[in-house]
């Protein structure tokens, strides 16, 4: 069977969840942490996964772990600090349902991750490892990350990056460019926002930005995704755009993760490298992508979000 590792943050989410009597806002505890929720959605579509990452020996981290493998998800490399606490991130919802977030992570256990403790064996016998940059912030996750990287280069296994920027986590704009353009000399599959396309490129242009990336980095497709309008995508040979499905947004915390875990599961499904994708292969793999990623608006936080394959099938019946 496939399988993907991913390496990254595991924390809570404290999403917002009405008011008490006297009007104080209430929060609601969700797990998440985005290579988390990437794998959470991949699980749910039957394929194997791994996770590696450090928690608190605290109450959180022992739920982080129970929610992960309540999802079949292989936590032996998920650790336990006992000097640093679970990170946790508060979640913020406009009227629209979209979020932002401020972190207690000062630090968090996730960035204490050493290049040690990483798992080769893991990452060798899977199809495709995933990180994104937040492991990136600070030492000594990052050369945690990237010793894991170098494992995946090594065994030839696909590199999938999702850089999913959070300026408030870096101690700089220049250093957090930087260590996500390192990350990029590793990916096979990128995804990004537009903003973050305009972050690291410079062009708001999706033909230029993408170009550029492709060129500069070697990265095999690159998506980029534009919420309810779909995606862009680009390969080495093809790039479009595909449209976006319709959905009642309550949350837009995960659907970035849902939209990486769709891609991966159907680049998986069709078994054969990016490199070699067709027009029409690349189109599926993108459509399908945004309907996981429109689902996963439609429920409040980032794991609980992450819908079935039934639910998927069914939102893409809405296509044809």
Not at 177 to 195: F, R, W
Request: include cysteine.
């Amino acid at each position: 069977m496939k399988r993907v590792t991913a390496l990254g943050e595991l924390l809570i989410d404290f999403t917002p969840s009405g008011y008490s009597d006297k009007g104080h806002g209430l929060f609601e505890t969700n797990p998440g942490g985005a290579p988390a929720n990437v794998l959470v959605a991949l699980s749910n579509f039957d394929i194997q996964t791994s996770f590696i990452g450090k928690v608190g020996d605290d109450q959180f981290g022992h739920h982080l772990k129970k929610g992960l493998e309540q999802y079949k998800i292989d936590t032996t490399n998920l650790l336990f600090s006992d000097q640093v606490n679970t990170t946790l991130a508060f979640v913020h919802l406009d009227p629209t349902g979209d979020r932002s977030f401020h972190f207690y992570r000062e630090p968090g256990a996730d960035i204490m991750l050493t290049e040690e403790e990483i798992n080769e064996e893991l990452i060798q016998h899977s199809q495709i490892f995933h990180f994104g940059s937040l492991s990136l912030t600070h030492e000594p996750a990052a050369t945690a990350t990237f010793k894991a990287l170098e494992y995946a280069k090594k065994h030839h296994v696909m590199i999938s990056y999702d850089p999913n920027l959070r300026i408030p986590l870096w101690d700089s704009l220049d250093r957090a460019k930087e260590m996500i353009l390192k990350g990029l000399k590793y990916a096979d599959i990128v995804k990004l926002s537009e903003e973050e396309l305009v972050f690291l490129t410079g062009y708001e242009d999706l033909e230029k930005g993408t170009e550029m990336i492709q060129t500069q980095y070697g990265c095999s497709v690159v998506f980029v995704t534009l919420g309810p309008e779909g995606c862009f995508y680009r390969s080495k040979s093809h790039s479009g755009r595909t449209s976006g499905f319709h959905a009642e947004v309550v949350d837009t915390t995960g659907a970035g993760d849902a939209f990486v875990g769709g891609a991966l599961y159907k680049i998986l499904e069709l078994n054969k490298h990016v490199n070699l994708l067709n027009q029409s292969e690349l189109i599926e793999i993108a459509t399908f992508a945004n309907a996981v990623g429109a689902l996963a608006t439609t429920e409040k936080g980032g794991i609980p979000s992450m819908p079935s394959k039934e639910q998927v099938e069914k939102i893409l019946l809405t296509k044809c």
